[in-house]
């Protein structure tokens, strides 16, 4: 399997920024996904880096370095619906594997107080 | 476009029992995944379906087992269910080509008694 890392719970206050953080190893890398989970709710897609540098998508960034095998979520001006899982994924392309299977870290719960 | 339907969002068994769950894909989509999630080992891949055929399957007993239709819904069934099956089940549904990002479902929650 893979190993991903990433915090287990995060706290913030509005307005504020927070990064969270994804170390992994994989031994075929093939792309990082972040999702955000709501309690009770299914994941949905935020983010995908497959190439190292900064993705940006409005108050949501998300940054990767293979050669570190580490990735960030970046969240700006934070707002009590933010209060949710961050799931960070790595795609891993072993000879005989497939495209369509994530590997998923356990999820950082993040709490943003007003 | 509708995203990802599961029927049923949720259910009851008992030990023993078995259980059939239904995942409609996005419209267009031919691959579809299956994990389950737990409070105590996360989310954890099942198996995928691509064109009725099975691509990857993750380390789950035998009893987990899946199918893909023609028209690209999925099902999976699990038999001779245990205390341990409780869990978040979701499938995910994608183009199936390289890069693709996955689009999950509502899920069906599963609990055995």
């Known amino acids: 399997g893979q190993n991903i890392d990433q915090p287990t719970e995060m706290t913030a206050t509005e307005g504020a920024i927070v990064q969270i953080n994804c170390t992994y190893q994989t031994s075929g890398f093939n792309g990082l996904f972040w999702y955000q989970q709501h309690a009770g709710e299914a994941p949905t897609f935020l983010s995908y880096n497959v190439l190292d540098g900064l993705e940006e998508k409005g108050r949501f960034s998300s940054f990767l370095s293979r050669s570190k095998g580490y990735s960030y979520l970046l969240l700006k001006e934070l707002q009590m619906k933010d209060s949710a899982s961050y799931l960070c994924a790595v795609r891993d392309r072993n000879r005989g594997s497939t495209l369509g299977r994530l590997y998923f870290g356990r999820g950082t719960q993040l709490t943003v107080w007003p | 476009k509708a995203g990802v339907t599961q029927t049923p969002r949720y259910l009851i068994k008992t030990r023993g029992q078995q259980v059939t769950l239904s995942c409609s894909p996005i419209?267009?989509?031919?691959?579809v995944s299956w994990y389950q999630q737990t409070p105590g080992q996360g989310l954890q891949f099942l198996f995928e379906?691509?064109?009725?055929?099975?691509?990857n399957k993750g380390n789950f007993p035998g009893r987990f087992s899946g199918r893909q239709f023609s028209n690209s819904r999925s099902e999976m069934n699990v038999s001779t269910l245990e205390l341990g099956d409780s869990a978040l089940y979701l499938c995910?549904?994608?183009?199936?080509?390289?890069?693709?990002?996955?689009?999950f479902g509502p899920g069906t929650r599963l609990l055995v008694l």
């Open positions: 419209s267009g989509h031919r691959s």
């Open positions: 379906y691509f064109s009725e055929t099975q691509r």
């Open positions: 995910a549904s994608s183009l199936g080509r390289e890069g693709e990002t996955q689009y």
